[in-house]
């Protein structure tokens, strides 16, 4: 029997669907680990609604038989991108935040003057600036402090004759809201291992949130930013202001095009 014009109709609607709805995917997903897993899903779908289309109902009865399991082991092997992209999919579709509301850049200068003094003093820290998403439980695991924020401040904090030196602050707006603060280290399997637990808290925490950290490292005096899973490293302090300006000045849709693109910035660091 042949294709009738109507099935050719049928087929050209549910390709159309199926291209906007994977193109949705790829919209959403592109930034995170994610990706890769709806890239599969993607030729997945495709080649079954092809065969669907073809009536090859043998090869078709087969990749039926082995699609369930196929789908289950790429859940199982890629839990953790999956989780990634879903957290990153639930922050952009929360509210943005107006241009330049977030933090000023008095505020920036001020983390930036103790983050490169403490990188010379040869002093560690985690300094977390929250973006939309909540991040209470990383508040609630420190100290509250609500203190206003300054440089002098932030290094008070993160002298090594106080308790709050080993944790993470939160900073929000022109406030210190916590000091000494928990952050889970991270899943990944593929970070260098020059990383210390510092980075590898300011990593887990930029895997499940859309917070920007900034870490000094007290070994090696270098200052880095995480955001979205990813790690920028040995950031001169022009980067540095430059990566904050961009993630936490601008929403999600009006952020700008960046890149570190100078030779002295590794995104991973020293092997």
């Known amino acids: 029997m042949g294709v009738s014009f109507f099935d050719v109709i049928k087929a050209l609607i549910q390709i159309l669907i199926l291209a906007y709805f994977f193109y949705k995917l790829y919209i959403i ?12 899903l993607s030729i997945l779908f495709v080649l079954m609604f092809i065969m669907s289309i073809l009536r090859l109902e043998v090869i078709k009865y087969f990749a039926q ?11 199982v092997i890629y839990r953790d991108e999956i989780k990634h992209g879903l957290t990153t ?20 200068d001020m983390i930036m003057d103790a983050a490169y003094a403490l990188a010379e003093m040869k002093r560690g820290a985690l300094i977390v600036l929250p ?27 993160f002298d090594h004759d106080t308790p709050f030196h080993d944790g993470a602050i939160v900073i929000r ?20 291992k020059t ?26 005096q270098k200052v880095s930013v995480c955001f979205n899973g990813e790690i920028m490293y040995d950031l001169t302090r022009e980067q540095c202001v430059r990566a904050i300006k961009q993630y936490m000045m601008f929403s999600n849709e009006d952020m700008p095009s960046f890149t570190i693109s100078d030779s002295d910035a590794d995104p991973w660091g020293p092997k």
Not at 29 to 40: D, E, G, L, W
Not at 131 to 157: F, H, P, W, Y
Not at 207 to 218: G, M, P, R
């Open 131 to 157: 973006r939309n998403m909540e991040l209470q439980k990383v508040i609630d695991s420190g100290t509250k402090i609500d203190a206003n924020l300054s440089s002098n401040m932030i290094l008070t904090i």
């Open 65 to 75: 038989l082995l699609f369930t399991p196929i789908i289950i082991a790429i859940l």
């Open 89 to 108: 999919v639930s922050i952009n579709r929360t509210h943005k935040y107006k241009n330049g509301s977030h933090i000023s850049s008095d505020n920036i």
């Open 29 to 40: 997903t592109s930034p995170t680990p994610a990706f890769a897993v709806i890239k599969i």
């Open 195 to 220: 990383f210390g637990t510092r980075h590898r808290a300011a990593l887990g925490l930029s895997e499940v949130s859309d917070a920007l950290i900034i870490v000094v490292s007290e070994e090696t």
């Open 173 to 192: 707006g022109s406030k210190i809201e916590a000091a000494a603060c928990y952050l889970t280290l991270s899943e990944q399997t593929n970070i260098r």
